[in-house]
Nanobody
Framework: QVQLVESGGGLVQPGGSLRLSCAAS????????MGWYRQAPGKQLELVGS???????NYADLVKGRFTISRDNAKNTVYLQMNSLKPEDTAVYYC???????????????WGQGTQVTVSA
């Protein structure tokens, strides 16, 4: 069993900052990529950004220059630093981890429970 526990969401004013964290625990042998997705009301789930095991990152155009993804491999934790937040960033943010539970296993995607981020004056 693999669990992803997210934290750090909340209400923030436009222009403010938030930092999300997601810690993976349980029987996971190796983590490859880690990332964040979000889903706004009435919209589809979209990729915010991801980070590889080597530290390479990619971001959605809408958040480039404002959001930063990082990871701590020793803690199996991924972070999302969000700056200059806009009302359109309001969404439920989901952590995603791609990894294997044992050597030779197929890769599996694991998801966090989601954390609400609301950007409003």
């Amino acid at each position: 069993q693999v669990q992803l526990v997210e934290s750090g969401g909340g209400l923030v004013q436009p222009g403010g900052s938030l930092r999300l964290s997601c810690a993976a625990s349980g029987s996971i042998f190796l983590i490859y990529s880690m990332g964040w997705y979000r889903q706004a009301p009435g919209k589809q789930l979209e990729l915010v950004g991801s980070i590889s095991s080597a530290g390479s990152t990619n971001y959605a155009d809408l958040v480039k220059g404002r959001f930063t993804i990082s990871r701590d491999n020793a803690k199996n934790t991924v972070y999302l630093q969000m700056n200059s937040l806009k009302p359109e960033d309001t969404a439920v943010y989901y952590c995603n981890v791609n990894g294997i539970r044992a050597a030779g296993d197929p890769t599996t995607n694991y998801w966090g429970q989601g954390t609400q981020v609301t950007v409003s004056a």
